[in-house]
């Protein structure tokens, strides 16, 4: 019997199983379809900067667990990309700019761009465009590829990886799960 069972072959489904695994514990992890089949598989894959610090260091650890992951059996495309807070008239480039400031103060290199720079840099941009902030330290990824390489990290670290298994309820006590149902 499994110490922990996961449900679901999501990104986060994905990561846990694999974190729990190579911290020691037995993992079962259950997914009804496929892994990344769902919205872990759909998603932009971009991991942006943020003004809030407990979201800028969850993106700070997001990161180093990719990085870890990078280089192993399944690619996904990892890369490092500016950001850009885009405003289209003076209000939002007020907004954006205390923005800019709060994501500069949690250390990312941020700069401001005047509409004339961003016309000239993306002349597909509209024309209306008030001005805006390149922020460093963005990064995309194919996420069906990226959550499949953290399934591929948990069946390496023994992770019991089922698909096609579906949860219909779980079994208990109260507050206590002591079983799935599958």
Known sequence: MPDVVVVGGGIAGCTVAFELARRGAHVCLLERRSIGEGASGRNTGTLLQQAEPEVSQLLRESVGSYKELADGAISFGLQERTQLLLAFDEPQLDKSRLRAEAISRL?????????????????????????????????????RQATAAFAYASSDAGVDVRTGVEVVGFAGQRERVEGVLT
């Open 107 to 143: 250390g990312a290199h941020v700069e401001a761009a005047s509409a004339e720079e961003l016309r000239r840099t993306l002349p597909t941009l509209a024309p209306d465009v008030a001005g805006g902030y390149l922020v460093q330290g963005a990064w995309t990824l194919d996420a």
